[in-house]
C-alpha cells in the first residue's frame, strides 16, 4: 500500500497581537512623557577632556556670554520646594498652572517679581522676553543667593528622606548629596563668572563643578573646582 502524501504548509505567524502590543506601547509613551522645555539661553562653554556627566541632585548656575545668570535644578521636586519658599520671602504668588511650568523649566533669568508673568509666556515668547537681565546677585539684591539657599535645603531634604527609606528597607543607599556647578560661556568676562564665585564662597560653598563640552559637542561637568 502507498504512503500518503501529507501536503506541506508554509508556518504562518498572526502578527495581529503584537501590531496591537505596537500601538499599545506607542499610545502609553505619548501619554506619559514629558517634554524638556527649551532653554531660555544657549552658552558655549569651554571644551575639555572630563568625562563626569552631571547628576540631577545639581544647583546649576549659567552664566552667558553678556553675563546674565541663570538659576536651575534638575530635581523637579526640589524645583518646587524652592519656588515655594522664594514666594514667600519675596511675597509673589503663583498659581497652580505656574507652578507646574516652572517644575518644567530647565532654568531661568529673571527677577522673581517678574518670574509669574514669564512662566505665562509662550515657549517662544520666553526666548524674546524682557526684561530677561538674569537672575539679580549684587549685594543689595542677591536673589541668585536665596535661590540656591532653598534649592540645596530641598535638594539636601530629598537626600536625607531617600537615605532614611533605605536605611529603614535595610537597602544599599547609592544618593549623593547636593552638589553645585557653573555653566559659563567661553566668552564671558571673567569678572562675570567671578560674582557667581563670590556668592558660592559667601555662602561657605567652596567646592563646585565648572561644566565643559566635550570636542563633540557634549556637555560634561569638569573636575570640581576649589576656591
Known sequence: MGKIKVAKH???????PMVDLAFLLVTFFMLTASFRMAEPVVVDPPASHSEKTLPENTVLVTVD???RAFFGIGNGEAKIAALDKISKKYNVRFNADQIKKFGGLSSFGVEVKDLPRYLDASEAERLKFQPQKGVPLDSLNNQLKDWITF???E????????KDDATNKNIEFKGEKPRYA?????KAKYIYVRDV???????KIYTFNLITSMEGGETKAAAPAKH
Open 197 to 203: 564665585f563670590k556668592t558660592f564662597t559667601d555662602m
Open 10 to 16: 508554509a508556518p504562518s505567524i498572526d502578527m495581529t
Open 155 to 162: 535638594l539636601n531634604a530629598i537626600y536625607m528622606r531617600n
Open 151 to 153: 534649592g540645596a535645603t
Open 182 to 186: 557653573i555653566k559659563a560661556d567661553g
Open 65 to 67: 556670554n553678556i553675563g
